[in-house]
């Protein structure tokens, strides 16, 4: 991928953090991966050889495809900065990825999940710094994200922050929203 | 000389754009970034130009202020630095540029949604004059303890009987860390709070650098029963008659007569008719 496409990519991970929940398209599409082709672009905008990386449930293609075309050193789950994983078989239980610290919450990792859909789950509400008044939202993540949510608010500034794929599109979701069950009236 | 698109190489750029990321996930924590090296002095903003080069692209429209004027020297050079490694369109007017590269000034021009505001800043601890330690800070922004800031306030109430902060106004963002917005005036620090546009700081020297997303709370500091109450010259431009911008003073004569016009030049021009 092209210097250009991923300053594309770039500005769309920057909106989409800014304006949690929205879903967006991921411009450029790249080569075939073994990922989406939203999640590959992400990696190959995000990822290089000073960014740790670890997998979990991903294709034994991944790794490989990912030192080929990113450079980024593998290690293990609670030495990284960005994990990849997937949505369905995340394990929110007992998540292992770093949250940083109360002076360097910086180091929390970002997650970012395949996911088989973004709008057909549980209806959540987020409201919070890049939302005006609230947001709906739908993807479709494992149990236990609600409660492992409102356990991660209740560190900040600790914690992680998503981005979600799905397809070419995404969605993030940083640690400084709030997110509940949207009940509808 | 051959320049790679922005000047900065692609290394550097994704790493100030991961740290831009987190920096948008934690409203108003200050990040560390590796600042480069830019082909201008620091002093000329290179915190914000870094921030600029890591984000800009070739469809933006680039408008860069410099207390508030399109013309100055500071703000022509920026300008006409990113139009030759870049190419991009540049602009004046606030409602067509996509970024805002800016130096002690918000536009007058409400903004909006889709526009990033990039603000150059010389000293992004907002507690740097009461503790000059960054280690001792860094513990402090940990904390949450921003009692220091708090009692520089009750000192100025007691001795002058008002906050006298004219510019670097504290503020708290989205009621956790306590934050510089940059050299503005106090007049336009109530035009962050729930913005439409992402608002990005950089500081090249101190190589730090922070994020406001959008529609986020933006509060300064003030006591209930002293409130912020920014000062502002009451009198009408001179040149396009505003009675809500803010005024640069001019001394017109020996005599020390004075003249107020409005120091967003583009507000300015769009409101002479
Ligand atoms: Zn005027």
């Known amino acids: ?40 672009g992400v990696c190959l905008t995000l990822l290089d050889a000073s960014s740790a990386v670890a997998l979990t449930g991903m294709a034994p293609t991944v790794a490989p495809w990912l030192n080929d075309h990113c450079r980024a050193p593998m290690v293990s789950l609670d030495e990284a900065q960005f994990v ?16 940083g610290s109360e002076e360097e919450p910086e180091q929390g ?3 970012i999940l395949e996911l088989d859909n973004l709008n057909a789950g549980i209806p959540l509400q987020l409201t919070g710094p890049g939302i005006s008044g609230t947001r709906n939202i739908a993807p479709r993540l494992g149990t236990g994200f609600l409660a492992f949510w409102q356990k991660q608010q209740s560190q900040y500034p600790r914690g992680v922050d998503l981005i979600l794929c799905s397809q070419d599109q995404c969605l993030c979701l940083p640690r400084s929203v709030t997110i509940c069950r949207f009940e509808e009236a | 000389m051959d320049y790679n698109f922005a000047y900065l190489d692609e290394q550097s750029k994704r790493a100030i754009r991961r740290s831009l990321l987190k920096a948008v996930a934690i409203p108003g924590h200050q990040l560390p970034f590796a600042s480069r090296e830019m082909p201008l002095p620091y002093g000329w903003g290179t915190g914000g130009i870094q921030l600029t ?3 800009i692209g070739k469809n933006d429209v680039l408008k860069v202020i410099d207390q508030g004027a399109d013309d100055t020297t500071n703000a022509v050079s920026i300008r006409q630095f990113f139009a030759r490694v870049t190419g991009v369109a540049t602009t004046t007017k606030t409602v067509k540029a996509s970024i805002i590269q800016t130096r002690h000034r918000i536009p007058e021009t409400p903004l ?68 510089s917005p940059s050299p503005i005036p106090a007049f336009d620090v109530p035009k962050m709070h729930m913005s439409p546009a992402l608002q990005i700081f950089g500081a090249g020297r101190e190589k730090q650098l ?18 912020f109450a920014p000062l502002q010259a009451q009198a009408p431009c001179a040149i396009c008659g505003s009675q809500h911008s803010y005024k640069d003073e001019i001394i017109l004569d020996d005599k020390g007569t004075r003249q107020y016009i409005c120091s967003d030049t583009d507000y300015c021009e769009q409101h002479r008719c």
Not at chain 1, 6 to 28: W, Y
């Open chain 2, 210 to 227: 922070y994020a406001v997303p959008p529609y986020s709370r933006v509060v300064p500091l003030a006591f209930d029963d002293y409130p």
């Open chain 1, 1 to 40: 991928m092209n210097p250009e496409q991923q300053q594309q990519i770039f500005r769309t991970l920057l909106s989409a953090m800014s304006a949690p929940g929205e879903i967006m398209s991921i411009p450029a599409r790249p080569e075939p991966a073994p990922l989406s082709p939203a999640c590959a």
């Open chain 1, 84 to 99: 990849l994983g997937m949505g369905k078989h995340w394990n929110w239980e007992s998540s292992q990825a770093p949250i």
């Open chain 2, 53 to 55: 080069a890591a984000i």
């Open chain 1, 109 to 111: 990792a970002t997650l």
């Open chain 2, 112 to 179: 909006q949604e889709g526009q990033i505001m990039v603000y150059q800043v010389p000293m992004p601890e907002p507690l740097f004059k009461l503790e000059p330690r960054r280690t001792e800070t860094r513990i402090l922004h940990a904390l949450g303890d921003y009692s220091l800031m708090y009692l520089q306030l009750y000192d100025h109430i007691t001795r002058y009987g008002r906050v006298a902060i004219g510019y670097d106004f504290p503020v708290m963002v989205h009621d956790r860390y306590l934050m």
